[in-house]
Structure formats: structure tokens, C-alpha cells
């Protein structure tokens, strides 16, 4: 049996840098990360940080409420327009390397600081 223990911690410092990316992919018409970005999904029986690359439709990702959101799309996009990149926002937060991601819609997913 696999347990999943989250906390919510105060965070003290966090430096936040941001660029944009040309390549990126879009999870449920909502969620742009970039290929090496890990999520926390349920996939093969099993709670793991997954890269997007290998996340297929069907996977679960996991909410701050503690629910599921299934992954129904995945989109790849590739331009060399830089209107229509996305920009990225990495944050290195102390001591604690995950945080939520909210969607478009509201949603919620777990993203890891890799």
C-alpha cells in the first residue's frame, strides 16, 4: 500500500526567474510545462514523479484538494514564433521543491522544482 503524505509549510525565501520556451506541451487544454517538467501522477499502479514526455492520457495527476485529475489531452506544441511561446516561471523555494499549479479553470495539479 502506497501512502501519500503532503505538507503545507510557510514559506521563508524563494527567488523566482522566468524565460520563455518555443517547445512546450499542454495537459487538459490548460497546463503548459516543458518536457523535463515532473508532475505527480498515477500511472502503472503507482504514485510517481513523472516527466511529461512520459505521461500518457489516462494518468492521474494530483490536486490540493486531494483529488484526481485525470489527464485527458496532451498537446505538443513546436513554433519559432516568439508569440506564440509560453513563458516559464521556475521557483526555487527552501526546503520544499513542490508546489500547485492552477489551471485556467481553477484546477490544481502537484509540480515538482526538479
Partial sequence: MQVLLLL?????????NSHTHLTYYTINNEFN???????LAYKDNLWQWIIIENLA??????????THVPVTSITYTETE???????VVALDVETVDT?????ASG????????
Fill in 8 to 16: 503545507r509549510v510557510k514559506i521563508q525565501s524563494a527567488s523566482v
Fill in 33 to 39: 510545462v516543458t518536457a523535463s517538467h515532473p508532475l
Fill in 57 to 66: 492520457i489516462g494518468d492521474i495527476l494530483w490536486s490540493d484538494e486531494g
Fill in 81 to 87: 514564433d516568439a508569440a506564440e511561446a509560453i513563458t
Fill in 99 to 103: 508546489y500547485f499549479v492552477k489551471g
Fill in 107 to 114: 484546477t490544481t495539479i502537484l509540480a515538482h522544482n526538479k
